[in-house]
């Protein structure tokens, strides 16, 4: 049977350019979903931006999201060099940024990842788990996060963790089991994609993942300490004793999920919030 598609006019959220997309309608029939995240690249709507679409399952578009990265060293073709490897170009031409950023998130932070994979996906489960965990210090690693699923119908889908990230190798994103925005991931991604060379944009971002760490581990000790503190003064201990700028509201968010994904609930919920105790009691 010949694939169908729904027409979405996608407006860039950047310059205002607006184009008719084609969506094949097949990603609209799973009503699991409360919400799916289209990535457009650079010429789909307008030569310049790249964006996140969201779109209920009703093909109804309910938002954007820009992303900043200039992706000039990523060619949409992939050299003869370069096919058949892992390495973040051929990642990024088969997931998409966005699609990247999210298999990070998932990696670093300890939530199961599925991959819809279409026949000309080449790679299997043990070896995109080993890259990811090659992101990893040694003690995070060895944990498989990350599952493909053979059948591309989405319509057969079954996962059984509710805490899943679920994308497909279209570049389209099922469900996102966080709510927080990916600006880290995005920030370790540009600064790898500034490198040339696949083996130092590697260590570079392990070198990201492990300061986060370090700010985790160092956050525990704290913890381990008090009874309870309160996330204002808590950014203030970390950015003092690392001698780094202070700890912003998102950074610490990130640390505290971290911590509850990955270490423990208990210790993490330690830390309160000033302001959402003064509403509790008024």
């Not at 790249?50 to 990265?69: L, S």
């Not at 060099?81 to 998409?96: P, S």
């Amino acid at each position: 049977m010949a694939e169908t598609f729904k027409v979405l006019e996608v407006v860039c959220p950047t310059c205002g350019k607006v184009k008719n997309v084609n969506v094949p309608e097949a990603i609209f029939s799973q009503k699991k979903f409360g919400s799916i995240k289209i990535q457009i690249p650079i010429n789909a709507v307008c030569p310049e931006h790249q964006f996140i679409v969201f779109v209920d399952t009703k093909g109804i578009i309910r938002g954007y999201e820009k992303i900043d990265i200039l992706m000039d060293t990523v060619s949409p073709i992939v050299d003869r060099e370069t096919a058949g490897r892992v390495n973040l170009k051929n990642l990024i031409q088969i997931f998409g940024i966005y699609g990247i950023f999210s298999l990070i998130h998932g990696k670093i932070f300890n939530y199961p990842s599925y991959v819809i994979k279409d026949e000309n996906f080449q790679y299997d489960e043990a070896l995109l788990n080993s890259v990811g965990d090659n992101l990893l210090p040694e003690t995070y690693r060895g944990s498989k996060t990350i599952y493909i699923i053979e059948d591309p119908d989405i319509n057969k889908i079954k996962v059984k963790d509710k805490d899943a990230l679920i994308l497909d190798t279209s570049q389209h994103i099922f469900q996102t089991p966080w709510s927080i925005k990916l600006k880290f991931e995005e920030q370790i991604i540009k600064r790898a994609l500034e490198i040339i060379d696949e083996e130092e944009q590697l260590k570079l971002l392990q070198q990201d993942i492990s300061n986060l760490i370090k700010e985790v581990h160092y956050t525990v000790s704290i913890l381990e300490e008090v009874d309870q503190i309160y996330e204002d003064d808590l950014a203030v201990k970390i950015s003092k004793a690392l001698s780094i700028k202070k700890t912003s509201t998102y950074h610490l968010n990130l640390i505290k999920e971290f911590i509850r994904r990955n270490i423990s609930k208990k210790i993490v919920s330690k830390i309160k919030n000033r302001v959402g105790e003064f509403l509790s009691v008024i």
